[in-house]
């Protein structure tokens, strides 16, 4: 029996799990084939990694709503454009597309 190929996220993922290990080497002496921890101190180790991923997560979340948030506000501009073309520009309309668009250009230079 054939196996499939391994997928480019695992390939990744293992490529990630060596240069951690050989980062621990480096800066550690040792791997965490080590002898010299307890059971509790590997939970505490434990405990503080994820408590490192939760701030991570966190700032990830911030950052992708920023995004999401930018999108939408630009995503309604564009409409508000698109309506006033419909409706066929009057000078009037053309300088409310004129203040729309730039006011989306600001916003995504922010």
Known sequence: MTTAPDSITLT???ALLRKREQDGRSTHGTTVDRT???LLRWLTESQEEKADDLL???AAIRVATALIDERDRLRDALAEIVRIH???WSPKQADRIADIARK???GASA
């Open 104 to 106: 989306a250009l600001e």
């Open 12 to 14: 990744d993922v293992i």
């Open 86 to 88: 419909d409706n066929v």
């Open 56 to 58: 991570y997560m966190g």
């Open 36 to 38: 010299d921890y307890s």
